[in-house]
């Protein structure tokens, strides 16, 4: 139950990130981005999620940050 309820969390720190990314607003994606890092690394230092997936998922929303206008 304790690992669901984190998993859920992680869900919805990488949702945030990408609503403000489709808003178009850089700059307040990026510091939603830089608050659901230390979200997603805590769940993966907990192992609820792998380590690479964790990078992974950190890497694909930063590159969709840095490509927006």
Same mark, same amino acid.
């Given at each position: 139950?304790?690992n669901?309820?984190?998993?859920?969390?992680?869900?919805?720190?990488?949702?945030?990130?990408?609503?403000?990314i489709?808003? &178009?607003?850089?700059?307040?994606?990026?510091?939603v981005?830089?608050?659901?890092? &230390?979200?997603?690394?805590?769940?993966?230092?907990?192992?609820?999620?792998?380590?690479?997936?964790?990078?992974?998922?950190?890497?694909?929303?930063?590159?969709?940050?840095?490509?927006?206008?």
């Open positions: 139950e304790y669901v309820s984190l998993r859920s969390k992680l869900r919805t720190a990488i949702k945030y990130v990408r609503k403000a489709g808003a &178009g607003d850089k700059d307040v994606a990026q510091n981005f830089n608050s659901s890092i &230390g979200t997603i690394d805590s769940i993966a230092g907990k192992g609820i999620i792998h380590k690479n997936k964790a990078a992974r998922y950190k890497s694909r929303l930063s590159s969709a940050i840095k490509t927006m206008n």
